[in-house]
């Protein structure tokens, strides 16, 4: 069974910095992509960023340049540093794994496996 937890969400001031991490169990860690995805109130989730296996990545455009993706195959860990917050980056964030070879997709439907989300909220 897999399963995907999400930690390291909080409250955090413009300008600030978070980092998420997602511990994945029961999952074929190395062979596909494994995202972070976000969704704020009253909107679509949206695929934010995405990783291959062999660390190749791909973001959405508004958050280049400020968030990194990561993972750690080794610790079955994948991991967003997230950088140079604003508020409208404040949403729940979920990181999902993907069951089949897509590309480096941020469609959410092209991924099977997800967590329960940690919530990231920014004050100005």
């Known amino acids: 069974q897999v399963q995907l937890v999400e930690s390291g969400g909080g409250s955090v001031q413009v300008g600030g910095s978070l980092r998420l991490s997602c511990a994945a169990s029961?999952?074929?860690?190395?062979?596909?992509?494994l995202g972070w995805f976000r969704q704020a109130p009253g909107k679509e989730r949206e695929g934010i960023a995405t990783i291959s296996s062999d660390g190749t990545t791909n973001y959405t455009d508004s958050v280049k340049g400020r968030f990194t993706i990561s993972r750690d195959n080794a610790k079955n860990t994948l991991y967003l540093q997230m950088n140079s917050l604003k508020p409208e980056d404040t949403a729940m964030y979920y990181c999902a794994a993907a069951a089949h070879w897509y590309g480096l997709s941020l469609n959410k439907f092209q991924y099977t496996y997800w967590g329960q989300g940690t919530q990231v909220t920014v004050s100005s």
């Open positions: 029961g999952y074929t860690y190395g062979h596909y992509c």
